[in-house]
């Protein structure tokens, strides 16, 4: 399985915003999605979406400032994040295969290199 690259990282003052992007190889039916692992914590969910591009899942840290949409035309995924704050500093990954469960979201794909945001007071 070929790795997603992810791009779209960089430095932003508190407010601002970035939109991250994410390519992978090969048609997807499955829900894909990001996450993301702060400095000294364990990687956590952040956003996902289904094949039709319709049903979207937030965490709740991110719901009404990010936006999940996928083009399967193009194979990519992007995430839209608005009004960031300082807590969204971490390094985003994206997955092509992720799961919900009913207490958890997983991603069980390959993970790629990631893309580094960090968000200034």
């Known amino acids: 399985q070929v790795q997603p690259v992810e791009s779209g990282g960089g430095t932003v003052q508190a407010g601002g915003s970035l939109t991250l992007s994410c390519a992978y190889f090969g048609r997807n039916l499955r829900n894909v999605g990001w996450f993301r692992q702060a400095p000294g914590k364990e990687r956590e969910f952040v956003a996902d979406?289904?094949?039709?591009?319709?049903?979207?899942l937030y965490a709740d840290s991110v719901k009404g400032r990010f936006t999940i949409s996928r083009d399967n035309a193009k194979n990519t995924v992007e995430l839209q994040m608005n009004s960031l704050k300082p807590e969204d500093t971490a390094v985003y990954y994206c997955n092509i295969d992720v799961r919900r469960t009913e207490t958890n979201v997983v991603g069980m794909a390959y993970w790629g290199k990631g893309t580094l945001v960090t968000v200034s007071p």
């Open positions: 979406v289904d094949w039709t591009n319709s049903d979207r």
